[in-house]
């Protein structure tokens, strides 16, 4: 019998954070464990008039490539994925992966060289994103590996993940608008202003936002959402962050992370677990050891960390930067061909400030 829940969770997909209309191309890229929910989303497209086309991919596959291409092979882009790039109007991708260490053995200097050849890819993704002409939407089927990365049983698994998306609701679109409600109250407060500062134990850091925007993230773009973020000015940021939680990348889990920034760049890095793969990422191109995103956490049903990023970074009580491509759509510049986000817990003796104004202590937006 089929989880109505699911049933719930690919009509937000379709018909909330997509909006999925007459004529549209809908490109569905998921695991192929996920064909349960890919079967319930392409029944919602077909019902909005959409034309779907699904790509199924698979963790091992990937690993077989990686671990085996060679130079000139890493080096190329299919042109199928440059041809959906380029036109298609509705992007939804639903990851659930076989192993979520499929990449631990690849050589970071061969994912650098890969993410170099989507370097283009990279930017008219984010061009068409910004300007609106691509909407897209990212999600998780709940799948055994997950289950595990997160320290839990697949019951309780699926129970968390449709509790995030609000797909255990019987009405999951008012849940996100009251959501989106509120946090545009936030963003209302923000605007206009020009520096911000985090202090605490785990950062002390100055950035400017001046001329930016920041972005409610309600569950358009991520399935759960539940943040805040901009885009800072990209030679306005200086201090030190330590990361607090595992920073992972492309299957790699970098630990104990602490970035140092002089005019918007990185000077030193860090790190008490997989070091050489973090300065190997900030090696990538020019752009990547400059800051892309400020992202505050808002999603308090999140309660804990699960090695997952679409959920960590929207913990309540945390901020997050990410190294590397920047939003059009909030002002940002920094172009890259990477955009990795790295957490950290905002929950103790922090506070940050607008303009020298207290708008945010301990975890807790106090406006």
Avoid at 319 to 324: E, K, V
Wanted: a negative charge; charged letters at 20%.
């Amino acid at each position: 019998m089929s989880d109505i829940r699911l049933n719930r969770l690919a009509n937000v997909l379709v018909n909330y954070s997509t909006k999925v209309k007459a004529g549209d191309w809908v490109h569905v890229n998921a695991n192929w464990q996920a064909i349960p929910l890919v079967k319930e989303v392409v029944a919602y497209i077909l019902r909005a008039g959409g034309n779907p086309s699904v790509t199924l991919e698979s963790a091992d596959l990937n690993e077989v490539f990686m671990a085996q291409a060679s130079e000139p092979q890493l080096q190329w882009t299919p042109p199928l994925d440059m041809h959906m790039i380029k036109n298609a109007n509705v992007w939804i991708i639903i990851e659930a992966p076989e192993n979520t260490r499929a990449m631990s053995n690849v050589h970071p200097s061969r994912q650098q060289t890969r993410n170099l050849a989507y370097g283009k890819w990279m930017e008219t993704y984010m061009k068409r994103s910004a300007s609106g002409e691509l909407r897209w939407v990212v999600t998780n089927y709940p799948c055994q590996a997950l289950a595990q990365e997160a320290e839990m049983s697949l019951t309780d698994y699926e129970n968390f993940v449709y509790q995030a998306t609000f797909a255990d609701q019987v009405d999951p679109v008012e849940f996100w608008t009251n959501i989106h409600n509120n946090q545009g109250r936030l963003i209302s407060w923000l605007s206009g202003k020009r520096t911000i500062s985090i202090r605490g134990a785990n950062a002390d850091i100055m950035l400017s936002i001046a001329g930016r925007k920041f972005i409610n993230s309600d569950g358009d773009q991520n399935m759960p959402s539940g943040e805040i973020f901009t885009s800072p000015v990209e030679e306005s940021v200086n201090g030190w962050a330590y990361f607090s939680y595992p920073a992972i990348y492309q299957g790699t889990a970098v630990e104990g992370v602490r970035l140092e920034f002089e005019h918007g760049k990185v000077v030193k890095a860090t790190a008490e677990k997989n070091e050489q793969f973090l300065l190997n990422m900030l090696d990538t191109d020019e752009g990547s050891r400059f800051v892309g995103e400020l992202g505050i956490g808002t999603n308090y049903g999140i309660t804990r960390f699960t090695r997952n990023i679409l959920y960590d970074e929207k913990i309540g009580g945390t901020f997050h930067l990410a190294l590397g491509s920047g939003f059009g759509e909030a002002g940002g510049g920094n172009e890259s061909s990477i955009h990795w986000d790295l957490i950290t817990d905002a929950a103790k003796e922090t506070e940050m400030h607008a303009d020298g104004e207290l708008f945010y202590k301990d975890g807790r937006f106090i406006i």
